[in-house]
């Protein structure tokens, strides 16, 4: 059964930098047609998808955080992280990992459990 | 960037009726979209994709059609446990986007 786990701290002051690593287990983001994304989800609002990196190290990015995001991946830990700089109030979110495989749904399926992100001086 | 549009925002409904559940596209993304649901506390699950696919595992309750810019989600004969809020997503453009959401209460 696939599985995947965020960590990271749960609060972080403005300005600092939010690392987050997403482990996961029965698959590989070597494989073919495998990426792993990051979506977040503000408290009561919507889902916002940040970043996604595939198994050939293609990196894609939300046009609006571009700036302030970084994605690799670990593929002898099986882990994703993200990196998000200058962290502001407003990026106080849900945290959410997500498997997106190309050779079947396209979409996201299955997702972590998430991590709340508290972004307060 | 690719708007998706949910309506309505909510939908209060009975056991054993019927939900329809829309996502309007800014513009088209051929069928390359899918729906999620999400419960209080939960992670979204995949429901559909390409528009009309059942994910592994969603009850056959749960349909969806359209293609282009206009898509609809209908439960059927629904459940209490179908209460949650139901998300759409488009796949065909980069950024990878999702609609505001329809919030399901029976």
């Known amino acids: 059964q696939i599985t995947l786990r965020e960590s990271g701290p749960t609060l972080v002051k403005p300005t600092q930098t939010l690392t987050l690593t997403c482990s996961f287990s029965e698959f590989s983001v070597s494989t073919y047609g495998v990426g792993v994304a990051w979506i977040r989800q503000p408290p009561g609002k919507a889902l916002e998808w940040l970043a996604l990196i595939y198994w050939n190290n293609d990196e894609h990015y939300s046009p609006s955080l571009r700036t302030r995001l970084t994605i690799t991946k670990d593929t002898s830990k099986n882990q994703v992280v993200l990196t998000m700089t200058d962290m502001d109030p407003v990026d106080t979110a849900t945290y959410f990992c997500?498997?997106?495989?190309?050779?079947?749904?396209?979409?996201?399926?299955?997702w972590g459990q998430g991590t709340l992100v508290t972004v307060s001086s | 960037e690719v708007v998706l549009t949910q309506s309505p925002a909510t939908l209060s409904l009975s056991p054993g009726e019927s939900a329809t559940l829309s996502c309007r596209a800014s513009?088209?993304?051929?069928?390359?979209l899918g729906w999620y649901q999400q419960k209080p506390g939960q992670a979204p699950r995949l429901l559909i994709y390409?528009?009309?696919k059942g994910a592994t595992g969603t009850p056959a309750r749960f349909s969806g059609r359209g293609s282009e810019t206009d898509f609809t989600l209908t439960i059927s004969n629904l459940e209490p446990e179908d209460s949650a809020v139901y998300y759409c997503?488009?796949?065909?453009?980069?950024?990878?986007?999702f609609g505001g959401g329809t919030k399901v209460e029976i």
């Open positions: 997503q488009q796949r065909y453009f980069w950024p990878l986007t």
């Open positions: 997500a498997l997106r495989r190309v050779t079947e749904t396209h979409l996201f399926h299955p």
């Open positions: 390409d528009a009309s």
């Open positions: 513009q088209s993304v051929g069928t390359d």
